[in-house]
């Protein structure tokens, strides 16, 4: 039988926090196309405490689907800390979940710029009661390591979020 992967053991504790909490979560993913709800609903019974996933790769979706102003896009582009807090704030939005969770990024090998390079990827946390983190990382690997680290980043994120800032019960 094969050993529970980190990321498949990060989306139990997560999904524990959660369903403890009587809460649930929404996802907005740019560079990680989607693996990190892939990851969350891996869980047996993640209906519970997962509501739904946005995919957002173009900046065309990320104003389209989860209402980022054209000007965010523009102004810092859409690896940025402004975007990926506007996307976690438009995906609550658009959901009935608790807490939210962005992922944008330059998961390479091509995209990157001095500014940006190749393995830049920002983060927002956001919750209902209107409070919204965000941080960017430089995360250094291929494509596939980029994108990992970043669902796992994002994980760790918000399972540091539930129990730090809120209490986890």
Known sequence: MESMSELEKLAERLGAALLSRGESLVVAESCTGGWLAQSVTSVAGSSAWFDRGFVTYSNAAKMDMLGVPELTLERHGAVSEATARAMAQGALRHSPADWSVAIT???G???????????????????????????????TGDRRTVREQSVEHAMKGLLERLSTSFGLA
Do not use: L
């Open 105 to 107: 990024g330059v998961a």
């Open 109 to 139: 090998p091509g995209g990157g710029s001095p500014a940006k390079p190749v393995g830049t990827v920002c983060f927002a946390w956001a919750w209902k009661e209107g409070g919204c983190e965000a941080q960017t990382c430089h995360f």
